[in-house]
């Protein structure tokens, strides 16, 4: 795990170091979601990569637990109409909850369509939201297969340099 790990975190770093700088969504964006950040990568005109990190911490004085996700997904835009763009889009995410209750190991498939708006004024500011299915594999304390309609990566507000 700590090898899928470290691989990710190279790949984004890499990523980051090799994007050029733009407007309207080309170039490097870093986002801020509830307990999220991710990094975008512009690939083409149509199309970037996204790697994000989530942290969340549960509990009161009895119980708490903590969860930690890693992963990334590749979209691709369907239609562009400034200031908005409607995209579809697909990936895979890691998440290990540890703690007091049980303790996990979530692996995911997912895809969807989005919506990323830039704000009046600026090429650089952007507000996306994302949602469409998801599977998911649980191991551990608790084990078993999830399938529904999620969220995917919620509310993001993004900057691009």
Avoid: Q
Wanted: aromatic share 10%; charged share 20%.
């Amino acid at each position: 795990m700590k090898k899928a790990i470290a691989m990710i975190a190279v790949l984004a770093i890499s990523g980051m170091l090799a994007g050029t700088a733009g407007a309207a969504g080309k170039g490097m964006g870093l986002g801020l979601g509830i307990k999220r950040v991710d990094a975008r990568i512009t690939l083409d005109d149509k199309s970037a990569a996204d790697g994000y990190l989530c942290f969340n911490n549960m509990g009161n004085s009895d119980f708490s637990t903590t969860d930690l996700t890693i992963g990334g997904y590749y979209m691709m835009k369907i239609v562009n109409v400034k200031p908005a763009d409607l995209h579809w889009l697909g990936g895979a995410e890691v998440a290990i909850t540890t703690g007091d209750g049980p303790k996990t190991t979530k692996i995911s498939l997912f895809g969807g369509i989005g919506s990323e708006y830039f704000l009046p004024g600026t090429e650089n500011l952007s507000i996306e939201v994302n949602a469409g299915v998801k599977f998911t594999n649980m191991s551990g304390d608790a084990e078993g297969h999830l399938f529904g309609l999620d969220r995917l990566n919620g509310v993001t507000f993004r900057y691009y340099f």
